[in-house]
């Protein structure tokens, strides 16, 4: 079966992630009150992350018009839900809008079956994360004026494993101190046991 993969901004009060007219009023209104109505119920895993989705990507079938599944993206455009997932039934999966209803009242653009699959594998591959440090290596880098990025090594699920750590901010790149006990918090890229672990996003935490 063909599959169409489009991608529209989440709706929201005062954005145009819907098309003018009425639409802007009573659909919007309508439609996410009665979605909001099922976030609890339908998708207990990710019920505090729905409000947090600034981008959707969605799969659809060709033939029927039917959303079959569905990406949510942060305003960094990192992947923080995708359902139908383990107990979680949908967002726009588990209702009756159709792809032409999408276009018809979101500002949609047409986005690879690449782009939405690599997506859909992120996710599997990152997971929040926190450590604490004292043995590691401060490295630097030119870009934007120079960057602090750690390198370790840490046993995890009983492998000894490299670890790459990024920051957040350039103020905590700036607070790190070698010999120092540290305590970080990021979200964990794993793309298997014969790659570096990497900790994106990354804050010191006090």
Not at 59 to 83: A, F, M, N, Q, Y
Not at 157 to 171: D, P, Q, T, W
Not at 192 to 197: F, V
Request: charged content about 35%; glycine content about 6%; proline content about 2%.
């Amino acid at each position: 079966m063909k599959k169409t993969y489009i991608q529209f901004n989440a709706p929201r009060s005062c954005d145009k992630a819907l098309k003018d007219g009425w639409l802007k009023s009573s659909f919007k209104k309508v439609l996410v009150g009665i979605l909001h109505m099922f976030i609890p119920k339908a998708n207990p895993d990710f019920e505090n992350k729905i409000d947090v989705v600034k981008y959707w990507l969605i799969e659809c079938d060709e033939d029927t018009g039917i959303p079959e599944r569905e990406i949510g993206l942060d305003s960094e455009g990192r992947v923080i839900l995708k359902i139908p997932y383990e107990k979680n039934y949908g967002y726009w999966t588990d209702n009756n809008l159709l792809l032409k209803d999408f276009k018809e009242h979101f500002v949609v653009s047409e986005i690879s079956k690449e782009s939405f699959e690599m997506s859909w594998e992120i996710f599997d591959k990152t997971s929040n994360f926190e450590i604490e440090l004292t043995n590691f290596k401060v490295k630097t880098t030119g870009a934007e004026g120079g960057h602090i990025y750690l390198k370790t090594e840490i046993n995890y699920k009983e492998h000894k494993r490299e670890l790459i750590i990024y920051f957040a901010n350039k103020s905590d790149e700036q607070k790190i101190k070698i010999n120092e006990r540290i305590k970080l918090s990021g979200r964990l890229f794993d793309e298997g046991i014969h790659q570096s672990l990497s900790m994106l996003d990354t804050k010191l935490l006090e």
